[in-house]
Structures are given as C-alpha cells and as structure tokens.
C-alpha cells in the first residue's frame, strides 16, 4: 500500500506526521480483514490540515457545519478493495485533535495516530455507527493496531489522580 501524506504548516514540524501516517495506516490494514485483498499498489491520501479546513468539507460532504477530529473518504466498496488503485482520502483537523489529546492526556501524536487507524478502517468499509457488534469488532481492531505502534489502548477508562 501506498500512503500519500500532505502535512499544513499549522501542524508541529518537529514531529514527521507522514511517517507516523504511513505507520498508522500499514498497522490498520494489517489488522484487519482486508490484509491480504488489497494490493501493494493501492493508495491512500492522508491530509493533516487545519480545523477550517475540515469544517468546509464536513459541512459540504456530511451537512455538519463544524469541524471535526478526522473524515475518510472512501472510493471503494469492499468487495472492490482487491481491484481498488484508490482506498480514499482521510482528513485529521490540527485543533481538535490537540484538544482531544490534551483533555484525554496523552500525547497528539498518539492521537493522531488513532486517528490515522480510526480513518483506515472507514476506507476499508468498517462502521461503527452500524450495529454495537460493528463498533466493537472497530475498537478491538484499532486496540491490536494501536499495540503494534507501542499506543495504549485508546478506551481503556483510566483513572486520572490530582
């Protein structure tokens, strides 16, 4: 698989998000059901952009005016992945997935890299929104995923002490 990352300027440069988009995305796949359907050649975009950015397209795309922490874009169905040149594009907003690592107290790199795995799945036709057995079937493969790249488990309540 191909990964294309396209990184804003907003995004901290000290970190090489296309680098971790490549990790995520790889770990996601590998995790999946779909590890080995889709072919070495197919591509998928990962854009690390800015909160407005994202807004405009949630709101054209999915009629929610504001922005959210990642979008995907999927251009295949899966039953298509083995054929698909093109898996789709995912979008992550700098803001709020600063935000949402700050209020959960990990780092945005981790988050981001959630993210990253979150996104992939969509692409490859897994929903959360679907049934209950669906948004666990998700989590656990975003879990393993997360593991392999050395980042806890993003659900697991922890109890934070002062």
């Not at 995520?24 to 591509?43: C, D, I, K, Y």
């Not at 407005?52 to 251009?75: C, H, I, Y």
């Not at 040149?85 to 690592?101: F, T, Y």
Request: overall charge negative; some cysteine; aromatic content about 4%.
């Amino acid at each position: 698989m191909l990964v294309d990352a396209d990184v804003s300027d907003d995004w901290d440069s000290r970190t090489d998000w296309s680098d971790l988009a490549d990790r995520s995305a790889r770990a996601a796949l590998a995790g999946s059901r779909f590890a080995a359907t889709v072919p070495s050649h197919a591509e998928v975009s990962i854009k690390f952009t800015s909160d407005a950015e994202v807004q405009a397209l949630n709101a054209e795309w999915r009629g929610k005016d504001k922005p959210t922490n990642v979008l995907s874009f999927p251009m295949a169905e899966p039953e298509d992945l083995a054929a698909a040149p093109m898996l789709g594009d995912i979008v992550l907003a700098r803001g709020v997935c600063e935000a949402e690592a700050a209020d959960k107290r990990i780092a945005v790199e981790s988050h981001a890299a959630h993210l990253v795995v979150h996104g992939m799945l969509h692409l490859l036709g897994y929903d959360h929104e679907t049934s209950e057995a669906d948004a666990e079937e998700m989590e656990d493969i975003e879990r393993r995923a997360l593991a392999t790249l050395g980042i806890a488990d993003p659900y697991q309540q922890t109890e934070v002490h002062p």
